[in-house]
């Protein structure tokens, strides 16, 4: 059983930045593909973005070019930049993590955009 936290949630006033980070609770993390998803009220759960074992990135297109994953391996955790965050991207944003068929996910961290 892998456990993943979320943290560095908060509010942001728009064209802000936040940075959140997912840690993970046991080794091996290096091998697994790293997603966030987000879910805005009223919404389903939408895919953001992910990462792969090697560190190749890819992005919604509401996000591409605002938001950047990354990845540290030595500290088991991987990281969502989101720069010039808009109210729209007011959500619960959950990290995901995938080694073939086994997925585990984060419990949430919530993200509000306000002025």
């Known amino acids: 059983q892998v456990q993943l936290v979320e943290s560095g949630g908060g509010l942001v006033q728009p064209g802000g930045s936040l940075r959140l980070s997912c840690a993970a609770s046991r080794d091996g993390f290096s091998g697994y593909v790293m997603e966030w998803y987000r879910q805005r009220p009223g919404n389903p759960r939408e895919w953001v973005g992910s990462?792969?074992?090697?560190?190749?990135?890819n992005y919604a297109d509401s996000v591409k070019g605002r938001f950047t994953i990354s990845r540290d391996n030595t500290k088991s955790t991987v990281y969502l930049q989101m720069n010039n965050l808009k109210v729209d991207d007011t959500a619960v944003y959950y990290c995901?993590?995938?080694?073939?068929?086994?997925?585990?996910w984060g419990q949430g961290t919530q993200v509000t955009v306000s002025s």
């Open positions: 995901a993590g995938t080694y073939g068929t086994l997925q585990y």
């Open positions: 990462i792969s074992p090697g560190e190749t990135t």
